[in-house]
């Protein structure tokens, strides 16, 4: 089992950047496809960049595909999402998220067994 924490969100000006990160303890964050999410009031949990378990293959929406860019550290046990060219419609709560499967199979928020608490994002025009 694996307990996942993010930080890194805020308030930022629409254009500007931020690095969400996703600190995990209890079990190597290498051993699961790691995912981003967002969800914003009213809308489905979306997922937005995922890199897989035991490599570096990665995955983006087309909505961040570009401006997103997922990454770990084995090191530090730690996934991090860096986003920039933020744009009001990024605003949302972010959630990190573990699967125990392949990337291939870790598209939807149910394929994803672990969760942190969320982050508030904020973009503002």
């Known amino acids: 089992q694996v307990q996942l924490t993010e930080s890194g969100g805020g308030l930022v000006q629409a254009g500007g950047s931020l690095r969400l990160s996703c600190a995990a303890s209890?079990?190597?964050?290498?051993?699961?496809?790691m995912g981003w999410f967002r969800q914003a009031p009213g809308k489905d949990r979306v997922l937005l960049a995922a890199?897989?378990?035991?490599?570096?293959?990665?995955y983006y929406a087309d909505s961040v595909k570009g401006r997103f860019t997922i990454s770990r550290d084995n090191t530090k046990n730690t996934v991090y999402l860096q986003m920039s060219s933020l744009k009001p419609e990024d605003t949302a709560v972010y959630y990190c998220?573990?699967?125990?499967?392949?990337?291939?199979?870790?598209?939807?928020?149910?394929?994803?067994?672990?969760w942190g608490q969320g982050t508030q994002v904020t973009v503002s025009s």
């Open positions: 998220a573990a699967a125990d499967r392949g990337l291939g199979s870790a598209k939807t928020a149910d394929n994803y067994d672990y």
């Open positions: 890199i897989s378990r035991y490599n570096f293959n990665t």
């Open positions: 209890g079990r190597a964050v290498s051993s699961y496809a």
